[in-house]
């Protein structure tokens, strides 16, 4: 080729550039990028490059690179995930799908990042350069495309080029390796059309010039005074090192020095200046989480038609002086529009409250606190929206803020039933869907009786939990029910909806969408609306609309089919799986790495292999499998965003269903199981997804997410062997372990089998453990002390004592029996004696042998902890001389004996629980001070007006703390039924019973001592007539003795509270 050819190429090049120079952004550039973060966040890398000739170097990234990097991250908390787009775009894919794919990424590293963290590497290749008539019209103006660059050189534009983006790097390969590259592999590395030398030229002499302070020599970070993003643009060089057996690819060598350490080094120094560590830098996040549901509100509350009644009802609540001293209530079935009212409630509030148009607010005015459950990252973590609440309301701040959940739902409850707090309104969208907290009541921050000031608006299902707890209380709140919605207000939000594209329904169009059911369901029509506007065929649109399936579950799943013949396919259906399968949802991270495994992602048809085998090898490959393609996931993330549950940054939270709704249908679509089915026990499918996230969360590093997932996981496919094995690990062991009562842990072991199987996998660890060199004597004892602890959590009295006698043993021996430590084992003693004289069903002289033990033992831990200071032993101290005061109590109701009369256990009892219930106050544990008075109640006269009192003030005070599902429930209802039964009121005293079996069932098992003892109390005759009476139709009040058979049924020895 001639001169005037080659001058022809250069002069259309720098053409192509002014052009691309035309495009650069002139507003000033970001010079902080320094972002203030609580809790994890996600990093996106986004790999640039042209293909072919680049496998060498993306095969280094993903395989070390990333890794290493990754493990940097994690411990700054922060998740990497990188974009590399060499796979994963179908060859079928149209031209503007695969542009949108490589740009629109690129747009979710900045929506993630601000600034994408950005990799673009370039030999002698060009890659696709796509014709002026290949760009669509719409791509090329919302990207500013500039004809004649390469997508590659399209990517870098937009990436990092026209904005100078300060976390770019880009390397530059040395060319001299190709001399020995064999001839039938060198196309594969050299761009054979003739402009592609004047086009890389001038890339790399335009990506010098716009990046100053370029290096021809290898970079090595900070370590040869180079400073990483002085060099963003370097040169490296590598050798031919032949080519790979198995993959028929070039392989090079020279790549770590050259090419991996600069990258390494670059990224780690951008990502540590943009999320720094440094404790010094104040962070606000409740700033950026109000901004974030602010966001919410304004996008819900924009379409609220034909709710103006309720509304109204809200408004006159807000507005009354003097209103009611507790929350309205806005109940709905799920889709219902629940959200889109609470939206509209907040956004009215806050702008009357600005205005000051809202009575009452005094000097300070009203504070409108808003929080919108589920749609914010961490916005289902209760204790983080209280936390924010008490910021807002400038009750505490960071160096003062509630060290658990405990202390700041009583600071918040205290705030709330204050007269003398700020006017705050306090509205909280979809309350039922808080993470279920573990040995707590998700209303313990909400007081019983509302301040004169405060006006709480709350949102949720009918007849959840919480629906319940508030229904249950002295003081009832408001109710109001959401209502269907009627016709004209469906066709108005119809007309709402698509006139925001420009689309509009005729007549009989909309007659024919709303003379479906399921069109007065908020929801369904939002979905329905949603299919009308992306369907492109306007001379169909009727038929489309009669084929929408008319139930909402029906047309979720007519909505995921679509997805998956447009979005992923399997991809897709497996996403909807797993995340269905997960306990609370799945990290984006992990669930890109179960996808990775495509060839063992989705479960066998009937020729295919076992699903046991499928799942077997998945597991076993995790380590060598790749995470799912970007591109891949790109299009199956599109596709199911907004039915997704924001998880912020990537990483901030996890990716889960928005709406329960979906879930369900989910269920129907892929597993087969219906709206009626209450479990998928034994359903093959179900089986096979729960099989495939045990295999891998039992390899997971991230303990907090193992322990979350993986006996979940296990107890669904019901295998026993691995879950003991799981359980019997010492970190998951403390991550279970409660010191109190360890729910979770023991309701696993009960799937196990009998907790007989517990204590031989527990005695045989303790034995493995003693017997581990290097162990230290301190640590096998804490581990003893912990599984005696366990042991008497189970009721198996007899197998704690040896264990807890080792405990002592070491103590006394190494540990020089030091005041903390036999204060703590004395008082654990104290407990398992305690917890053997309980299981008497009637209170007889028996007891003295197993409460002088109890006794003695609870003395001596009281002595101790008086010794003590801090508030760790003042609340032992309380503890113990609760349970103290009982034994006491129990041993003046058996008669006393020499040593101790029953009048001086009374009047010691009566002593020690007035000072527990101080302590309990002192230091603000609800829960504890109902227990505290429970046992109040039992030291008055049995059948006495203040026994009552008290059963019912600890029950109370039980729900606020725990709710209806806890240890010291059954102990309340027990006792409650006895004080009937006492007053010879059996009706009532059988209902009481029966709730104490049911409870008890639920919180032990079925077969706990406990358990056992509330069946036992139901099976007396007594209560067998009576429950055969009200099955047979029969009145409370009838008489229940019918012959003289049983007359002796009052005669026996008085039942033992407890």
Not at 53 to 82: G, S, T
Not at 91 to 117: A, V
Not at 178 to 201: R, S, T
Request: aromatic fraction near 8%.
């Amino acid at each position: 080729m001639g001169c005037g050819a080659s001058r022809s190429y250069e002069y259309e090049v720098s053409q192509i550039w002014d052009s691309a120079h035309k495009t650069i952004e002139r507003r000033p550039k970001k010079s902080n990028l320094v972002v203030k973060r609580l809790g994890w966040k996600t990093i996106r890398i986004f790999v640039s490059s042209t293909f072919k000739d680049f496998h060498a170097e993306r095969d280094v990234l993903i395989k070390e690179v990333f890794p290493d990097l990754r493990a940097w991250c994690e411990k700054r908390r922060l998740h990497l995930v990188e974009c590399d787009l060499r796979w994963g775009v179908p060859k079928d894919t149209t031209t503007e799908e695969t542009l949108r794919t490589c740009l629109g990424e690129i747009d979710r590293c900045y929506s993630d990042n601000i600034m994408p963290f950005f990799l673009n590497m370039t030999s002698e290749r060009c890659g696709w350069i796509p014709g002026g008539m290949e760009v669509p019209m719409s791509l090329a103006k919302e990207y500013r495309w500039v004809n004649g660059l390469s997508v590659t050189e399209m990517e870098i534009m937009h990436g990092a080029y026209r904005i100078d983006n300060p976390n770019c790097i880009f390397a530059i390969r040395d060319s001299s390796f190709l001399a020995d590259i064999p001839a039938d592999h060198k196309d594969d590395f050299v761009d054979c059309n003739p402009i592609a030398a004047h086009k890389l030229q001038m890339l790399k002499d335009m990506l010098k010039q716009r990046f100053p302070g370029a290096s021809n020599g290898n970079i090595q970070g900070a370590s040869n005074g180079i400073s990483p993003t002085d060099g963003r643009v370097f040169k490296y060089t590598c050798k031919f090192a032949g080519i790979d057996v198995d993959s028929g690819k070039v392989s090079l060598d020279g790549l770590d020095d050259s090419f991996k350490t600069p990258i390494f080094e670059f990224f780690k120094e951008r990502i540590a200046a943009q999320y720094p560590l440094d404790e010094n830098i104040k962070l606000n996040p409740y700033e950026t989480e109000k901004e974030e549901h602010e966001s919410f509100m304004k996008s819900r509350s924009q379409i609220v038609l034909g709710r103006n009644e309720m509304l109204q009802k809200i408004e006159d609540y807000v507005q009354e002086v003097g209103a009611a001293p507790t929350p309205v209530i806005l109940l709905g079935g799920p889709g219902s529009g629940k959200s889109s009212i609470m939206a509209r409630v907040a956004d009215v509030a806050v702008k009357r409250a600005v205005n000051n148009e809202i009575p009452g607010g005094g000097d300070q005015g009203w504070h409108v606190f808003y929080h919108f459950v589920g749609a914010v990252p961490g916005s289902t973590d209760v204790e983080k929206m209280l936390r924010r609440l008490l910021i807002e309301l400038k009750v505490v701040n960071e160096s003062i803020m509630p060290k658990d959940y405990e202390a700041a739902a009583q600071l918040t409850s205290g705030v709330l039933s204050n007269s003398n707090s700020r006017p705050t309104i306090v509205i909280i969208d979809a309350l039922n869907q808080f993470d279920e907290g573990k040995g707590y009541s998700p209303l313990r921050w909400l007081p019983r009786k509302l301040a004169p000031q405060i006006r709480c608006v709350f949102s949720m299902i009918n007849d959840t939990s919480p629906h319940r707890l508030l229904r249950e209380r002295a003081l009832k709140p408001n109710e109001i029910e959401v209502t269907p919605l009627d016709t004209n207000t469906r066709q108005e939000i119809v007309k709402e909806s698509l006139g925001q594209y420009q689309k509009r329904l005729d007549q009989q169009q909309m007659s024919s969408l709303l003379s479906k059911d399921s069109s007065q369901n908020p929801l369904w029509l939002a979905i329905a609306c949603e299919e009308l506007r992306v369907y492109g065929d306007f001379s169909t649109v009727t038929d489309k609309i009669n084929s929408l399936s008319d139930g909402l579950l029906d047309l979720l799943g007519q909505v995921l089919q679509r997805f998956e013949q447009e979005n992923g396919g399997n991809l897709l259906v497996a996403t909807m799986c797993l995340l269905e399968c997960s306990s609370h949802g799945l990290l984006e991270t992990e669930l890109l790495a179960i996808l990775g495994d495509e060839d063992n992602l989705m479960p066998p048809d009937e020729k295919g292999d076992s699903a046991e085998k499928g799942s077997k090898e998945s597991s076993e490959k995790k380590q060598e499998k790749r995470p799912l393609a970007a591109a891949k996931w790109a299009a199956v993330y599109r596709a199911l965003r907004t039915f997704l549950r924001p998880f912020g940054d990537s990483g901030a939270g996890r990716l889960d269903f928005y709406h329960r709704s979906l879930s369900k249908a989910v269920r129907q679509k892929y597993f087969g199981l219906q709206a009626g089915d209450g479990t998928d026990e034994g359903n093959p499918l179900c089986m096979w997804w729960h099989t495939k996230l045990a295999d891998f969360f039992e390899h997971e590093q991230n303990l907090d997410r193992k322990v979350e997932e993986y006996p979940y996981q296990l107890v669904k496919i019901g295998d026993q062997d691995r879950l003991a094995r799981c359980l019997i690990e010492w970190p998951v062991f403390d991550r279970l372990f409660e010191d109190d009562y360890s729910t979770e842990l023991l309701a696993y072991w009960r799937k196990v089998g009998e907790y007989s199987k517990m204590h031989d996998c527990y005695k045989n660890s303790l034995q493995a453990l003693s017997e581990t060199l290097g162990i230290s004597k301190e640590e096998i004892a804490l581990r003893h002390e912990n599984i005696g602890k366990i042991m008497v959590q189970a009721g198996l009295y007899q197998e704690a004592k040896p264990i807890i006698d080792v405990a002592i043993e070491i103590e006394q021996e190494h540990g020089g029996s030091r005041p903390e430590r036999m204060a703590e084992l004395t008082g654990l003693y104290g407990e398992l004696y305690d917890e053997i004289a309980k299981m008497h069903d009637f209170i007889t002289r028996e007891q003295i042998k197993d409460l002088k033990p109890a006794i003695e033992f609870n003395r001596k831990s009281v002595k101790i902890r008086e010794t003590l200071e801090g508030g760790k032993h003042k609340f032992k101290r309380g503890d113990t001389l609760m349970r103290l005061s009982f034994n006491l109590n129990t041993w003046m109701e058996c008669g006393g004996d020499n040593n101790l009369s029953a009048d001086e256990a009374k009047e010691e009892s009566e002593q020690y629980i007035e000072t527990a219930i101080e302590i309990f106050r002192e230091i603000g544990d609800l829960g504890k001070e109902a227990e505290a008075s429970m046992t109040k109640a039992i030291l008055y006269e049995r059948g006495s007006d203040e026994q009552l009192e008290y059963y019912l003030l600890s029950r109370d005070q039980c729900q606020q703390a725990y709710g209806d599902s806890c240890k010291l429930m059954t102990r309340i209802i027990s006792n409650t039924g006895i004080y009937f039964e006492d007053k010879n009121d059996y009706y009532t005293a059988y209902e009481y019973f029966v709730k104490w079996y049911e409870v008890s069932k639920e919180v032990f098992g079925e077969n706990h001592p406990k358990t056992k003892s509330a069946k036992s109390c139901l099976s007396e005759p007594r209560y067998q007539r009576i429950r055969q009476s009200m099955e047979n139709g029969g009145q409370r009040g009838q008489p229940i003795v019918q012959d003289d058979d049983f007359q002796d049924d009052d005669d026996d020895d008085d039942d033992d509270e407890y």
